[in-house]
Each structure stands twice: as C-alpha cells, then as structure tokens.
DNA sequence: CTCTGTACGTCATTCGTATGACTATTGAGA
DNA sequence: TCTCAATAGTCATACGAATGACGTACAGAG
C-alpha cells in the first residue's frame, strides 16, 4: 500500500489522469490546456475541466510538449561575467523583455566556463533552449558557434559582420575626446582593460582617430592596461598617473575609474583638480563615488530588450525584421570628475 | 526542391537518423551517446557511430530523454534583485556549482516579477526544471510554494522553519554591536532597509538585544529606513545625521553604507571621525569608497554552493543529507570607516 | 423521413529517446 | 556433439501532450 502511494507520486499528474477525473478524453483535456478549445469543447465541459485540473494540480508537462510542438521556450544568455554590475542590468532587462513575451532565460557565464561554446551547441541542438544572445565573444568562439549562428544573436561581436546589435563606440569616443579636449586637456591618459575583447580595441583606435582629428597624439607611454581587480588596477593606474605627466584619464570601466581615484588619493592626487578621470559603463558606482563620475553610459535595458527582440524575430523566421545591425547610441554623463586642465 | 530543403532543415537530426547513416539500430545509437554501450556495444562499432554522430551534429534531444527518463537536469534560481552585486555573486557561484554537477541554472527574478511563484509551480509541475533556490522569500511566497516545497530550497526564508540555508545574523550583530561599543561608541543610528524581509527585521531585533545586553538603548529616532535608491536613501541618511546625535551608523547594505557617506559629506561631517559606518554584505564597493568600508561579509560562494549541493541532495532524495538548517557564519570586516567615539 | 450542417468530442498517431526483453553468434568446457 | 555463458546487437514499447482525421447527435431544411 505505503509502496504504492510512493510510486503514485512519483509519477506527475498526466493530461489522462486528468481526462479520467473529469470523464472525458485526454484530447478534451489537452485541447482546453492548450487553450485551443474554441468550438471543439462546450464551455461547461471546459469549465469543469479547468476545475478538475487545478484541483489535482496539474501542469502540463513540457518536455512532452515541446517534444510534439517543437516550440520552446527558453533562451539563453551568455555573458562574460555577470558579476559585473553592468552585465547584471543586462541580464535583468532580458529578463523582463524575455518574460513578457513568455520565454524564460537560461544563463550562460562565458568567462568562468571554458566549455560554454559546446554546451551551447549542445543545448541548442537538443532543443533545451531556442536561442542564445551572446554578449562580447570573441572570433575563435564565434566561429565555432557559426554551425548555429541562425539560433545566435551576437551583440558587440568581435566580427562586426556578426553582430545583431553593437554599441556606437566610435560615437563615444568621439564624445569623450571632445569633452576633455573642450576642457583644454592635451595630455589625456588611457588606462585599457586587459581583456580580449573587440570593444576595448576598437575603442582606443576610435580614441587615437579622435585626438589626431584635434590635432593631438596618443602617446602610448600613456596608456596602460589592466583586469578589473582593484588591486590589479590601482597598482597599473598608479603607476600611470605616478608619472605626473597626463592631466586626464579615460577608463575603459567604471571599476577602472574607480581604481584611479585610489590610485590618485595614494598619490595624493586630487581629482578632478589634478586629473579629470572618465569611464565607462555608468554603472550606479560611478554616482556612489567621490567626486561623482563622468563616464559613457549604455542603456543596458534597450541594449538587452532590442536584443530579445531581435533573436526571437529571428527564431520565428521572420528575416524581415532581422536582418541588419542594429547600432545603439552611446551617451556622455558629463560629472563632477572633469574639469578644465590647469594651465 | 526549396520547399523540401527548407522542411528538412526544421527537423532535427534524430538518433535514427545516425541510426540510419551508421548502419546500426536506434537502440544501439541510444546506448552509445548514453554512456551505456558497455558489454552491449563492441568497441569498434561504438567509434563509428560517436564519428557518425558528430559528422551529422547530432546531439540527443533534451526533451524526448527528459520525458522518458524523468530526470531533468536545469535547477532555477529565484532572487529578489539580480541588478544588486551581492545577489550578482550568488547567481555566479550557483552557477558554477550547478554546472560542476551537470545542471544548468534558470534565473528567475522575484522584484520584477508579480507573478513568479505561479511560474515557478508551473516549470516545477510541468518538469521545466528540477527544483529551485529561492533566496530571501516572505512568508505568503513560501506558504503558496508549499505544495512543491519537496522540490525548493529555501536559503534565508521568512519562516526559519522552511530555510535549507540560513544566515548567523545574530552572531553578525553581535558582532557589529561589540566592535563599535568597544570603540566607545554608545550612540549608534541604524539606517535600516526598507523592504518587507526577515533578515532586516531580524537584524535590528539582534541589534536591539545587543545593545541591551552592553547595557544600551536602541532610540527609535536614531533609526530610519530607505529603499536601495541612491537619492531615497541619501535624503534618509542626511536627515538621520543631521541631527548630530550619533557618532556610529550601522547601515543594512553597502549601498546604504554608500548613501551615508554621501549624506555626511553633504553635511559637512567626516567618516570615521565625526561618523562612524558599518555596511553589510561586503561587495566589492566597499573597498572601493573612501574610506573602505567596515561590513559585515556573507560568503556569497559557500552560501550559493552549499544551496546547491542541498538542492540537488534534497532532489535526489537522500533526505539525510538534506535534513536540518545549515546555518553559515558570517565575519565582520573591519576596515577604516570605523573609529573609536570622540570623548 | 431523409439530408445536411454545425457543435461537440474522441481516436489514433506522432514527436525522439531509453530500456527491458529477446535473438544471434562465438568460444570454451564437458 | 551438446550445453552454457558471454558478447553484440535488435525489437518493441513507453514517456505525455498535441492534433488531423473521424464519429455522433441533433436541429432545421427539403
């Protein structure tokens, strides 16, 4: 008896056991789930149903589902690191965009999974997900994802070619240089995150296009690189700024910044008086800090919901509506980090 | 011929398929990418088939194996903020933790989300997902979760009765309480968070039964409430030390801890030496404020990891692994935002 | 009284994999 | 030569829901 209550519920609750309850077919029943009962089932049968079937507490399986449908709906996301503040607006905003449209999101940590590439593919493959954004991947893993690249959305990919939706760098850039040059800065530091990615690239090219357009150079003495460990990079930051020879300095993140008023602090530096300081990201950090900080902000919420958007245009085939690259605008949090260069 | 190509191309490559192409059975397909060809496939044979596989990209489809064999391996995460650094760190680690264990991670967002334990029921019954840590409940989310609580792993619940996982918030406090009083300081404000939980509620009661015990009182007006808002919990922080009663603030988050110092710098007051701050959650923030801040530390990891190997403990059905509240001890950091009182 | 249309349901098959039961082949031992 | 066991593989069915192809019943028309 014991034995047979434990198997009992083991097993889910079935569209037949529901059927049996209410004495009627398992078609009746999977009909009125699946919201298809329109002029199959009479609404007192549905109704009774419906009563039957929250009162056992039934759900619909979905493997069984998807497995008859084909219909899925779960996508993923992969992102370097979600730690950072900045991927977590993204991962928050797909989210939503996601769940409004009924999918859920599955998450993909692509800097602390060597094998994410692979498991990708074998997720998409076997139907566990419909689709994947992938955030900042880098060529090699673009490749390998080419043999599912119509069930991929890249954004801010290495190979522009690839991207469904990439960030106005250059724009930024342009904004940034113009700013610090405005404020009569000519010595403008560049402290870089020491990280492969297409974006920091092509961000110090559009930096180095920008000066020499005012008729400045970058001078790589001025530029330095590192991860975003705050020991890491205040060590690099104040090594930078140690030389006493730059009177501003970009960040490629807001971490990064916030390592460089460390860095300026131990050396006694005050900033913005003796450096202006911008960064990158405008994570809420970089109004908790002091002085406040000037830096590029990307709308992480339009980023990921254009994103969601996109990959499930593209999934249902809608090409249409896909194809292109979509570019999003940048803009400049002018704070109370920069200030004009002392003469 | 289009049409065709097209059609095909919707259909996933199948075990028959391989099957069909390798010259064997589906059977023997099956044994194969299982794992089980042991004593029932040669050797010979079961290479062929692994090079037949991955030359059509065949992968095993997630949903037909999870229908017959009922075991699902995607657990799912319910968080009240992903967008906050701490709950950041958690999701990373469960992640890891999962996937060393062959499970992938769903995210589901409790704050965005009206509707999240209908979801959740829903994925659980309909065998979407395993099972599901659900991190910092309030009691009316846990009792509708009941009738699948065999299946969900409470860390920090409202009810620590239903928790898997909890928190020594009172040795935290105690803690806290005995540092600052053993820096003299007897007037300490509580900037508290103003959301609905049980941690929050049972820190203050700590705090007060701290106080007690070192023969203090908590007054009411030197406590005050703010949401995680910069400027909502700025203006809060400002009125409470505006009125120049406290020499020591003990604050419910970071952020908070963040906020205070803003306000104090806006009053023209200094932390530690007019003011005093305690933080709690110890994110990477706090080390990057200035002065770094003292907080109290969660280990996000062991918490995340040690949700997870319950969970899956738990799913598995090994009660006695499973058992009891697993209570984790927290640390205070002690940094430079604290000092003793001025006499 | 038969025919047709409509409203309501059910039947039977399908999705792709896993697996217990079964068959065929080979070699060794008696 | 016959049996037993081990090895290598196949067959057939089940998992649970969805759905096109079928009834069935009844009202109204002819």
Redo the contacts between chains.
């Keep these: 008896m014991a034995r047979q209550v434990s198997r009992a519920s083991k097993r889910?609750?079935t569209s037949f056991a529901v059927a049996e309850a209410a004495g009627v077919s398992q078609s009746t029943v999977s009909l009125v789930m699946s919201g298809k009962a329109e002029g199959r089932v009479s609404e007192a049968k549905r109704q009774h149903v419906l009563e039957t079937a929250s009162k056992l507490?039934?759900?619909?399986?979905?493997?069984?589902?998807?497995?008859r449908t084909?219909v899925?709906k779960?996508i993923a996301l992969a992102v370097p690191?979600?730690?950072?503040?900045f991927f977590?607006?993204v991962?928050?905003a797909a989210?939503?965009a996601a769940?409004s449209r009924g999918y859920?999101?599955?998450?993909i940590?692509t800097s602390?999974?060597a094998e994410w590439v692979e498991r990708l593919?074998?997720?998409i493959?076997?139907?566990?997900v419909a689709g994947c954004i992938v955030y900042a991947s880098d060529d090699a893993d673009e490749r390998r994802l080419g043999?599912i690249r119509d069930r991929i959305l890249f954004v801010e990919a290495e190979n522009s070619r690839r991207s469904g939706i990439d960030l106005d760098i250059a724009g930024a850039m342009g904004a940034v240089v113009s700013h610090l040059v405005g404020l009569n800065h000519t010595r403008i530091g560049y402290l870089a995150a020491r990280y492969p990615k297409a974006t920091f690239r092509r961000r110090y090219e559009a930096f180095r296009d920008q000066l020499s357009q005012h008729g400045l150079d970058a001078d790589p003495a001025w530029r330095t690189d590192a991860t975003f460990d705050?020991e890491t990079a205040t060590a690099a930051a104040t090594e930078l700024l140690g030389q006493r020879q730059v009177t501003a300095l970009f960040c490629d993140d807001d971490?990064l910044a916030?390592?460089a008023?460390?860095a300026a602090?131990s050396l006694g530096l005050s900033v913005p008086q003796d450096v202006s300081v911008v960064g990158f990201n405008d994570i809420?950090?970089a109004?908790?800090?002091?002085p406040e900080l000037t830096t590029v902000a990307i709308p992480a919420e339009t980023v990921a919901t254009l994103a969601v958007e996109k990959l499930l245009g593209q999934l249902s085939g809608g090409r249409s509506l896909s194809a292109g690259t979509r570019v999003v605008p940048l803009t400049l949090q002018v704070r109370a980090s920069t200030v004009p260069a002392r003469s």
Tied chains: 1, 2.
Excluded at 287 to 290: A, D, E, G, Q, V
């Design positions: 889910s609750i507490g039934y759900s619909p399986n979905a493997s069984a589902q998807i497995l084909g899925l779960v690191n979600v730690q950072q503040p977590g607006q991962l928050v989210e939503v769940r859920s999101v599955l998450l940590d602390n999974d593919i074998g997720m493959r076997g139907r566990l043999a705050l971490l916030a390592a008023y460390r602090r809420e950090m109004r908790i800090i002091h």
